[in-house]
């Protein structure tokens, strides 16, 4: 039985592998998303998780469930869809070293996530016995207005039940509408979160900022009644605001940062995994550092299993 269940879109990603002949690029394939990334290094930190997305009935829809079930990962809720394929992403790298993302997502399955009625009955009984749900501000941006809908009532549903919930804002402007229509969803979200956990930049892109940006966070959401906030600044050290007190913890230094990818999505998994074995914030933030700490040394979103280990062990 899952102890969390992460929800949203994993896509194909096609990165570079190595220059082709005249110009021309080789890429290398594999699977990636944020929800996706977190699920990963949860599973290989030892919380029993499950994954909740769609995808379609083609080979790479096969290949990601045999992904997901080789990393120990309950792949049950995760929703055929006959006749699609999943979304796909490509990274160009450009001869400045800059890295540019190019998208075919529009329709991809999990756009269709808790559209469908006798889905969303379905998942609610097979996610009655799970502890906690995970989502990000990029689940919610790509199911649309009615998947929100939903999803809200969902969450109310399962909370009612006893279940708890753990958010991402992750901001991706050209997913939404407008900044209005983010700062709607967010706000809807968030008042039905336990654990938050938050990146002070999205929260700077998503709301703006006059100067003290923590204490804008605080202010905000201080109706929502969130049991954990957790805010992520890069290299600078994490806060954690729990009712009215604030702490810090030290990130610790990495000098040798590679590619700093899925640092958020691989911090969360290191926090969520600590918190749901009931350690305390402090401990939990310590675990989200040194998880984080090993992504961004290596290029990719999830890499090796073994090496993670091994690293993590270090
Ligand atoms: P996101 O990936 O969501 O933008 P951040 O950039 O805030 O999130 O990074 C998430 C976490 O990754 C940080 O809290 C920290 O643990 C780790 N991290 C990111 N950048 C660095 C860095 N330069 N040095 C050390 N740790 C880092």
Aim: aromatic share 6%; hydrophobic share 40%.
């Amino acid at each position: 039985m899952a102890q969390i269940a992460c929800i949203g879109e994993v896509m194909i990603e096609l990165a570079a592998a190595e220059a082709g002949p005249q110009g021309g690029e080789r890429k290398a394939l594999s699977y990636a998303g944020d929800t996706y990334n977190t699920v990963v290094t949860l599973a290989r930190l030892g919380t029993p998780t499950a994954y909740v997305t769609r995808l379609g009935d083609d080979h790479y829809s096969d290949a990601i469930i045999d992904r997901l079930a080789q990393e120990s990962i309950d792949t049950n809720c995760i929703v055929r869809h006959e006749g699609k394929v999943p979304g796909l992403y490509m990274i160009h790298n450009s001869p400045d070293g800059e890295r540019e993302f190019f998208y075919w997502r529009d329709r991809a399955p999990a756009r269709q996530l808790f559209h469908i009625e006798g889905e969303l009955s379905a998942l609610a009984e097979q996610l009655d016995n799970t502890e906690m749900l995970y989502l990000s501000g990029i689940t919610l941006a790509i199911i649309g207005d009615s998947g929100r809908q939903n999803l809200i009532k969902f969450l109310q549903t399962y909370k009612a039940r006893g279940g708890k919930v753990a958010f991402d804002s992750n901001y991706r402007p050209r997913l939404w509408e407008s900044p209005q229509q983010a700062q709607q969803a967010n706000r809807d979200l968030l008042a039905l979160t336990d654990l938050a956990l938050l990146t002070l930049d999205d929260e700077e892109l998503l709301w703006g900022t006059d100067g003290d940006a923590v204490a804008e966070v605080k202010a905000r959401y201080r109706d929502c009644d969130i049991g954990q906030i957790v805010l992520k600044r890069g290299a600078e050290d994490v806060i954690i605001l729990q009712g009215d007190s604030e702490e810090r913890v030290d990130v610790p230094k990495v000098t040798d940062v590679v590619d700093t990818t899925a640092a958020g999505d691989t911090f969360n998994a290191g926090y969520l995994a600590a918190h749901l074995a009931g350690k305390t914030a402090t401990e939990a933030a310590a675990q989200a550092n040194r998880c984080a700490g090993i992504i961004i040394r290596h290029r990719g979103g999830v890499i090796d299993k073994q090496l993670f280990l091994d690293e993590l062990a270090t």
